[in-house]
Each structure stands twice: as structure tokens, then as C-alpha cells.
């Protein structure tokens, strides 16, 4: 059974950093597109961050492009998601994801599997 747990998550003052985590078991995705999204209260869920297999390439929301690095780390089956200077717009549950073909794609359709999300709350 393929699972994907993320931690690191918690509640942080506006300007502070936390890194996320995404450990995934159950088959390797040192060959798929690894990425996150996040859900805002009240909105749809949205794209952040996706990194392609070799970790060279990334692509990211323009909200989040330059405070949260995308990486990870094929041996341990990890991706990870560094967010520093947080801001209050970025509170919302984060959701890892796998398995999409395409480093570029935005499209929740393209990633098969899924993690149960982790909240991220950051006060101003």
C-alpha cells in the first residue's frame, strides 16, 4: 500500500520558517515528479512547488517562488518543502504529492497519489 505521511507542519508567527516533510513508503518515486499543494480555508486547493525526479529541475507558484525551496531525497524516499518567510496568506493545510510525469504540471489530475495533508497556520 503506497502511502505519503508529511510532518513538520505547526503553527508560526509571520517571517518565521518551517520545513515540511514528505515521507513515502509502499513503492520508490525515485523515477516520478514529486510535488506540494495547499488549501486555504475556503478555497481550492492550489498548486506550490513540484520537483522532477533528479531534483534539478522545479517549478513554482509565483506566490511561493523564492521563500519555499523544493527538494528531496531519492534514498530516502523524501521530499521536502522549506518555507521561510512565511506569511499570514500562506495558512493552509499542505498536501504532498506523486507521481505526475512533468515537473511543469499544475493540475492536481496529473499526480496519483496523495498524502492526507498537514496545517500550516501563520499568525501575523
Known amino acids: 500500500q503506497v502511502q505519503l505521511v508529511e510532518s513538520g507542519g505547526g503553527l508560526v508567527q509571520a517571517g518565521d520558517s518551517l520545513k515540511l516533510s514528505c515521507a513515502a513508503s509502499?513503492?520508490?518515486?525515485?523515477?516520478?515528479?514529486m510535488g506540494w499543494f495547499r488549501q486555504a480555508p475556503g478555497k481550492e486547493r492550489e498548486f506550490v512547488a513540484a520537483i522532477d525526479w533528479s531534483g534539478r529541475r522545479k517549478y513554482y507558484a509565483d506566490s511561493v517562488k523564492g521563500r519555499f525551496p523544493i527538494s528531496r531525497d531519492n534514498a530516502k524516499n523524501t521530499v521536502y518543502l522549506q518555507m521561510n518567510s512565511l506569511k499570514p496568506e500562506d495558512t493552509a493545510v499542505y498536501y504532498c504529492?506523486?507521481?505526475?510525469?512533468?515537473?511543469?504540471?499544475?493540475?492536481?489530475?496529473?499526480?496519483?497519489?496523495w498524502g492526507q495533508g498537514i496545517q500550516v497556520t501563520v499568525s501575523s
Open positions: 509502499g513503492r520508490t518515486f525515485s523515477s516520478d515528479v
Open positions: 504529492a506523486a507521481g505526475a510525469r512533468d515537473y511543469y504540471t499544475t493540475r492536481e489530475s496529473d499526480y496519483n497519489y
